[in-house]
């Protein structure tokens, strides 16, 4: 079954924290790709980032980094450094053979 | 910049009525989308299009049917809303061949 969990509801941080999103996923297919998207309080989801299954390297960008194990069946999601225009829902979200799949959020909150 | 647009932010309707909810895309892509959102719930896909006239159900179709007159206009339609239609619902596109998924603005339904 295709499935992506993300246990963390709500976080709560002070501005320059780091934090880390969880995000864990299921699926029988061997070929997949992972996403995360920011919707901010205006309500557009953007896109932030891709991965192939069959790339584990870690990405950085800037104060975002992602870390991609398919041994956890994990993809998390770190801001460093946190600002309060990181204030948003965070999705993950996974496509294999079946399409798309979200999780149900996180929101985080950045206070100053 | 892939830019989706969306009728209404936000609308009003009564139960029973007819409601059209419009989204438009600029960037020639044969994939559109339709999704609700509700918290805790994340995105739950109600119906998608690969091209043209055609439509494939989502999750979650019961109460819901589209339409796809032209490759840039993708309509969803509530045929007689009821309140637990309420929510907000999100349209996305892409390429046949890339993975990402462009949404717009959302459009928040509140039926009463």
């Known amino acids: 079954a295709q499935k992506v969990t993300q246990a963390q509801t709500e976080i709560s941080v002070v501005e320059k924290e780091d934090v880390t999103l969880d995000c864990v996923y299921e699926t029988r297919d061997t070929t997949y790709y992972l996403f995360w998207y920011k919707q901010p309080p205006s309500g557009e989801l953007v896109f932030l980032i891709r991965?192939?299954?069959?790339?584990?390297q870690n990405e950085i960008s800037g104060r975002y980094s992602w870390n991609f194990q398919k041994s956890t069946s994990s993809f998390n999601f770190t801001i460093t450094a946190s600002q309060v225009v990181d204030s948003a829902v965070y999705f993950c979200?996974?496509?294999?053979?079946?399409?798309?799949?979200f999780g149900a959020g996180t929101r985080l909150t950045v206070k100053p | 910049d892939v830019k989706v647009t969306q009728s209404s932010r936000y609308l009003v309707k009564r139960t029973g009525e007819k409601v059209f909810l419009e989204c438009v895309q600029d960037?020639?892509?044969?994939?559109m989308f339709w999704y609700r959102q509700d918290p805790g719930l994340g995105l739950r896909l109600i119906y998608f299009s690969y091209d043209v006239k055609m439509k494939e159900k989502g999750d979650i179709p019961e109460g819901y049917s589209v339409s796809r007159e032209k490759k840039e206009r993708f309509s969803l339609i509530l045929e007689s809303a009821s309140t637990n239609q309420t929510s907000m619902y999100l349209c996305?596109?892409?390429?046949?061949?890339?993975?990402?998924?462009?949404f717009g603005p959302g459009t928040r339904l509140t039926v009463t």
């Open positions: 960037m020639d892509h044969e994939n």
């Open positions: 996305a596109s892409r390429t046949g061949t890339a993975y990402e998924q462009y």
């Open positions: 979200a996974l496509r294999d053979n079946n399409d798309m799949r």
């Open positions: 991965r192939n299954s069959f790339d584990e």
